[in-house]
Structures are given as structure tokens and as C-alpha cells.
């Protein structure tokens, strides 16, 4: 989303919706004006790729990615009453490949990345999206399956998923340029059974994962509080006290320290919101 009252969301088929009044009640409008009527039940036929994240810069620029390694970023104005347009601006290089998550820098707004699960695993843009090029990456990652991205403050942005079997993470300080550091991780979250969903940091040297442990015979939740130095990162085990059946898939932190900050991570599990348990 992009703050204030307004929110937006995507999903599978081109499922992407805006709220401009979010809290009790609100009201989604369909953000595919292009695409007219679909069959005889009058709905909008948006986009037939799958979206997997959107960052807005403010009320009118925006981007989507999913499918196909593509990235789409509005055309025109959203803020008109009429909805967005929207243009492609990067796709099809990885047919097969599928981009997950999208962080921009909070000192330069302009300078994020988009990460996947295709080659390259991170892409880097430094004009919100109007342009994009492949990040260079530490030997042995180039064929990182990358799931979630965020902010952590002064130009640094994290990117997490998975290579060479276990939990991986990675820096870009986009002040300096479009590589890819490998954080060296040590602790549980390498458990090769672990497979991570979701990443927030509260700041470049503390933040969170989660997602779920699957043995082969049952799921259970898991998060782990993250402590990075440099290059190096500590996992500890944050998950709730007693085991809960089932899967976090996102995580989201409000403050400044692991300590004073809220966390909440949500997910399909019997209880599905966590808010601070042990975290």
C-alpha cells in the first residue's frame, strides 16, 4: 500500500484492487480500467498474469510484479477517479521464473529492487521502474529462489529465500550500487526443513523471518529474530512457546528495535495472527 487511507492489493489472475477509505467499511475499486467488460457478468477482465506484490511511491506512481518476471508501473495518474493505466516495463526474460516481492530505499525512493525465484534472482532499478538491470550476485547464488524483500533503513534494503537448500539472505546498499552481498547466517533458520516465507527489519542490524518447518510428515510455524553485523547474521528462535500446525507467510514490524517495535505475522495456521508471541 502506500499509507495514509489508502491501500492496495493484489493477487492471482491480475486481482488488484485499491481502498481509498481503509478502516470499517471500506470500499475496493477495480484498478484495470483497460480491459472492459468480461463475458456476461460484467466484471473488469484485468491483466491474466499473476501479481505478487505492488509498492506505490505516492498516490499516482506505482508498481506490480508477478508471472513471467514481469513489472508494470502506471502509466497515468491513479488518483483521477478513473483508475490506473498501466505499462509494461520489464518481462518474459525468465518465462518460467516469477518475481515475489518489490523494496525501495527510503533515502532514494527511486533506487529498489525486485526479487524471484528466476534468473537473475534480484533486479535493480534506480528510476522507479522505468528501467531495470540484473544484480550482481555472489558466486554460488546465482540460481537463488527469492521470496520476500524490504527496507531497512539508510539506503540498505534485504532480500531472503532460498539456495542451495537452506535459508538465504542478501544486502544491496543502494547507495553505492546494484550488488548482492550474501549475509553469512548461522542458527536455527538453516534447518533444511525450514523454508522462509517472509522478512521484515525494524532497522540494518535487527529484523525478522518467518515461515514454516515441514518434516515431510507435518508443518509448523516458525519465526526467528535476526541480528546482522556486516555480513554476518544471527538467527534466534522467535516462534510461539508451544507448536502450532501450519504456515506463516508474511511479517510485518512497526518501531525502531526488536525490543520496542510490534510484529505481527500472519499466515494459515489454527491461530493465524501472531502479535509479539515471544517475538
Not at 499516482?60 to 498501466?86: F, H, M, P
Not at 523454508?195 to 525494524?202: A, C, D, N, W, Y
Not at 514454516?212 to 553485523?229: I, K
Amino acid at each position: 500500500g502506500y499509507g495514509g487511507n489508502t491501500c492496495w492489493v493484489v493477487g492471482t489472475w491480475g486481482f488488484l484492487r485499491r481502498s481509498r477509505n481503509v478502516g470499517p467499511g471500506a470500499t475496493w475499486e477495480t484498478q484495470s480500467p483497460t480491459y472492459g467488460a468480461h463475458a456476461t457478468c460484467g466484471a473488469i477482465d484485468e491483466p491474466l498474469w499473476r501479481l505478487q506484490d505492488v509498492h506505490f511511491q505516492d498516490e499516482d506512481e506505482g508498481l506490480v510484479v508477478g508471472q513471467n518476471y514481469l513489472i508494470a508501473k502506471t502509466q497515468t495518474g491513479c488518483s483521477n477517479g478513473t483508475g490506473c493505466r498501466w505499462q509494461l516495463k520489464y518481462g518474459f526474460v525468465t518465462p518460467n521464473g516469477v518475481l515475489n516481492a518489490l523494496a525501495f530505499s527510503n533515502v532514494n525512493q527511486d533506487r529498489g529492487v525486485a526479487v524471484g525465484n528466476g534468473a537473475p534472482p534480484v533486479l535493480y532499478t534506480q528510476d522507479f521502474g522505468d528501467t531495470w538491470i540484473a544484480a550482481s550476485m555472489p558466486a554460488g547464488s546465482q540460481n537463488a529462489a527469492l521470496v520476500a524483500a524490504d527496507d531497512a533503513g539508510g539506503g540498505i534494503l534485504f532480500a531472503a529465500g532460498r539456495n542451495a537448500g537452506v535459508s538465504a539472505l542478501y544486502k544491496v546498499n543502494t547507495g553505492i550500487g546494484s550488488a548482492a552481498m550474501k549475509v553469512n547466517l548461522s542458527g536455527p533458520i538453516l534447518d533444511p526443513d525450514f523454508v522462509l516465507k517472509g522478512i521484515s527489519f525494524l532497522s540494518q542490524t535487527e529484523g525478522f523471518a518467518v515461515g514454516v518447518r515441514n518434516d515431510g510428515l507435518s508443518e509448523e510455524v516458525c519465526a526467528y529474530r535476526l541480528t546482522v553485523s556486516g555480513l554476518s547474521g544471527v538467527a534466534t528462535d522467535a516462534s510461539p512457546f508451544y507448536a502450532i500446525p501450519g504456515m506463516l507467510a508474511a511479517v510485518a514490524s512497526v518501531g525502531t528495535s526488536a525490543n520496542a517495535g510490534t510484529i505481527l505475522a500472519v499466515g494459515t495456521a489454527i491461530d493465524p495472527v501472531l502479535t509479539n508471541r515471544k517475538l
